[in-house]
């Protein structure tokens, strides 16, 4: 799954912003969520194949931190299609079509 697509969805967005917010376990998510904790198991696992968090050990949890190398490809992504977006309007403005 890509990051876009991750992110499509409503409760994997809340979930990436809370832990962009700080590290978090699932528990602590689950706390916060109208989800169950398996739920947000799940869409943590989700998150972390588009590459947007990354998850380390810590006594018998796990606690999930946003990946800054996921969220770099994204905003990679989004200055490509700003600075396309503000080429063609540069264009249409130097070059506006005539009418007929």
């Known amino acids: 799954m890509d990051a876009w697509a991750a992110?499509?969805?409503p409760t994997r967005r809340s979930i990436f912003e809370l832990v962009v917010?700080?590290?978090r376990a699932v528990g602590e998510l689950a706390e916060v969520l109208p989800v169950t904790r398996p739920a947000v198991s799940q869409h943590l696992k989700l998150l972390k194949t588009a590459g947007l968090v990354l998850?380390?050990?810590e006594g018998t949890r796990r606690i999930y931190r946003a990946n800054p190398?996921?969220?770099g490809e994204l905003r990679?992504?989004?200055d490509r299609f700003w600075n396309q977006t503000l080429a063609n309007l540069k264009q249409l403005v130097?070059?506006?079509e005539e009418d007929t």
Request: no cysteine; hydrophobic share 45%; proline share 11%.
């Open 7 to 9: 992110l499509a969805d």
């Open 21 to 23: 917010a700080r590290p």
């Open 55 to 57: 998850a380390r050990a």
């Open 69 to 71: 190398d996921g969220l």
């Open 76 to 78: 990679a992504q989004l």
């Open 94 to 96: 130097d070059d506006p």
